[in-house]
């Protein structure tokens, strides 16, 4: 029942992203050329989803619980550093280049199309490659400790 | 480069979607609908219920298109105007680039930014400028 309501949810969010655009690199990459085919859609698929979700996470988070779970697994960091900024520069660097995000590329995979995948596997091959950055940087930090 | 329609109520109808289901994985089972979060524990889950939970809501996400297709009897378009080499060096750079900054457009973007988290509006702010850049030099300097 859990995971059928956690499949409708996902579909949700796939349709979503599907018919708004964030599913097409052209869309993505004309959202951002202002100097050239600048095409404004994907502010409204941004206004959309930030403000539902403003709202709807005001009357969510006064629950003690989620329905479904024991707690919220919120994020609980408040600080700026260095990782944060250099990470999501490098995060806009690369969706500059490729024109798809991690949350448009995943419904993306659904049209079967071959670039989607290609994408993808790159993707994971950097989410991998900066986990294990990550770690040895952990250790070295522990051992100079 | 390839031209696209304005679409700004498939636009705000996609988004209002988006944020429906931000608000009910929320609910439901108290996690941020973050699609590099969801993804990267796929691979490092801490139990059998804590890979589930992302599987579904993954293949949940991969089987929109084809409702759409069910109901508009067409595919969403994918029009890929970079080259594979721009994909697979794009895409690496974006994995690198969401797991040091913890987030990408739809957890810092739209969830954290609903939940008005300071580190989510920098980083939000950080990847749209950055983006802007990017896009400018690859096309208008570089000309690809």
């Known amino acids: ?32 050329d202002f100097a050239g085919t600048w095409d404004p859609s994907l502010i409204f698929v941004m206004a959309g989803a930030v403000v539902v979700t403003f709202i709807g996470y005001r009357f969510v988070l006064k629950r003690p619980a989620p329905i479904m779970d024991v707690k919220f697994y919120l994020p609980t960091r408040r600080d700026l550093d260095l990782p944060l900024i250099a ?58 400790a | 480069m390839i031209e696209t ?14 944020g429906l289901a931000s608000v009910a994985l929320m609910a439901v089972a108290g996690r941020i609908m973050g699609a590099t979060g969801i993804l990267a524990g796929l691979f490092q889950p801490s139990s059998f219920s804590d890979w589930s939970w992302r599987a579904v809501v993954v293949a949940g996400m991969i089987a929109g298109p084809l409702v759409v297709m069910l109901f508009t009897g067409e595919m969403p378009a ?46 939000t702010i950080t990847f749209m400028i950055a983006t802007i850049i990017t896009v400018y030099v690859v096309r208008h300097i570089f000309g690809v």
């Open chain 1, 1 to 32: 029942m859990r995971l059928i309501l956690l499949f409708l949810i996902g579909l949700v969010f796939g349709v979503g992203i599907s018919i708004g655009g964030m599913a097409n690199p052209a869309k993505v990459v004309n959202f951002f």
């Open chain 1, 87 to 144: 990470g999501s520069a490098a995060f806009g660097v690369g969706w500059g280049i490729a024109g798809f995000c991690p949350g448009g590329a995943l419904p993306a995979l659904g049209t079967g199309r071959s670039e989607v995948f290609i994408f993808v596997g790159a993707l994971l091959a950097g989410i991998f490659t900066a986990k294990f950055l990550q770690s040895a940087l952990a250790k070295r930090a522990s051992a100079q």
């Open chain 2, 78 to 123: 994918v029009q890929v105007p970079v080259s594979t080499t721009m994909l697979i060096i794009g895409g690496f750079i974006v994995g690198v680039g969401v797991t040091f900054g913890g987030g990408c457009t739809s957890g810092h973007g739209v969830c954290g930014m609903a939940r008005i988290s300071p580190r989510s509006i920098v980083a």
């Open chain 2, 5 to 18: 329609a304005f679409t700004p109520y498939a636009s705000l109808g996609g988004g209002i979607l988006i």
